[in-house]
């Protein structure tokens, strides 16, 4: 109605200004001819022409409400930009034009989608083409003749390399796969201290490598209903990060877990070298690296990212607390979790 308003006070001002202007000729012009028109004549055209026009705005409005209550109304589903109008030719034109504009919008969408599709499709099978050869590598280092130090050194440096290759493979397969994140996602009942010891096993090698023991003091009795292999991969980029910032800082990390009614926290904490705080706030962000990402060059700034994009998936929570020098805590809080 408003809309609708708005559109014809322009119309409506001009057609009373017209009837004043016509009046008064008419008035000019009966005092030319000694005539002596009253007052009341004159008001009661100006009201029979006022009735007029409310009654054909009326008419208008009755033959047009539904266009203007749909151009009025927020825009929620692209189909609902299809809906038939009736009424003045601007309107049907309008019409035409936007089923126009809607046929060129979806072809444009299906034309992207196929190119995201493509490009999906490329990204999945370089990654899993990649992890062969990774993990040839991989075997011929642990066949690897070890004669001094210096072979010692290298095979360590080696597997260090190969270690950021596949962790760099795991990130850009799981960006992939989070874009369809309800087409592989199995919620189970799991016992949290067993994924976690999983994820310290696939580590295992970082960790002796970079002289850091994990403690993890979480309760067997404690379990959680999330998705194993996505919250395992979340776990191990957090972990990944505990020991990066930790290396030649530090030589430990804490792995901890509590249940405090319906909530489980499970928390990670490192004593490294800690996150700035004007960078605090942003660590979640894609491809922010910081002034760590400056220090440590490895850094890719999508660890914490997917790591978020995870958990809000998952239906969990996530927090970071970190005092530059003294480390950093993740946790990660599990909701509506009954006890055993």
């Known amino acids: ?107 444009e969408i299906q034309i992207l989608h196929k190119k995201m599709d493509d490009t999906s499709l490329f990204m999945n099978q ?63 009942r799991l016992p949290l201290k067993t994924m976690v010891n999983h994820v310290i096993e696939h580590y295992k090698r970082s960790l002796i490598r970079n002289r850091i023991h994990p403690i993890v003091e979480i309760p067997e009795t404690i379990f959680v209903e999330t998705d194993q292999k996505w919250f395992q991969f979340a776990l191990s980029q957090i972990v990944t990060n505990a020991i990066k910032y930790s290396k030649n800082v530090s030589n430990q990390i804490l792995l901890s877990a509590v249940q405090r009614e319906n909530n489980v926290f499970l928390s990670v904490q490192d004593f490294g070298v800690g996150i700035p705080k004007q960078d605090i706030g942003r660590v979640f962000e894609p491809f922010f690296t910081g002034m760590n990402g400056r220090r440590f060059r490895e850094s890719t700034g999508m660890g914490l990212y997917l790591v978020k994009q995870i958990v809000d998936h998952l239906g969990h929570g996530i927090a970071i607390s970190s005092e530059e020098g003294k480390g950093t805590t993740v946790t990660i809080t599990f909701y509506n979790v009954t006890k055993m």
Not at 48 to 66: D, E, K, P, T
Not at 87 to 98: E, M, R, W
């Open 126 to 188: 370089w990654v899993h083409q990649m992890k062969t050869p990774v993990s040839v590598m991989d075997l011929l280092l642990q066949n690897f003749d070890i004669q001094d130090q210096s072979d010692r050194e290298f095979v360590n440096s080696m597997r260090e390399e190969l270690e950021r290759l596949q962790h760099g493979l795991e990130l850009a397969l799981y960006s992939e796969r989070i874009k369809r994140f309800s087409h592989d996602f199995h919620v189970k």
């Open 1 to 107: 109605m408003k809309l609708f308003l708005r559109e014809h006070i322009p119309l409506t001002v001009f057609h009373l200004l017209h009837a004043v202007f016509l009046l008064s000729i008419v008035y000019l012009y009966m005092l030319e001819q000694s005539f002596h028109p009253s007052f009341g004549m004159f008001a009661y055209l100006f009201v029979i022409s006022f009735v007029c026009i409310v009654m054909f705005l009326a008419w208008r409005y009755w033959r047009q409400s539904h266009a203007y209550r749909f151009l009025s109304s927020n825009l929620r589903q692209l189909d609902t930009s299809t809906h038939p109008f009736s009424g003045s030719p601007l309107l049907l034109a309008f019409q035409k034009l936007l089923h126009s504009q809607y046929r060129y919008y979806i072809q």
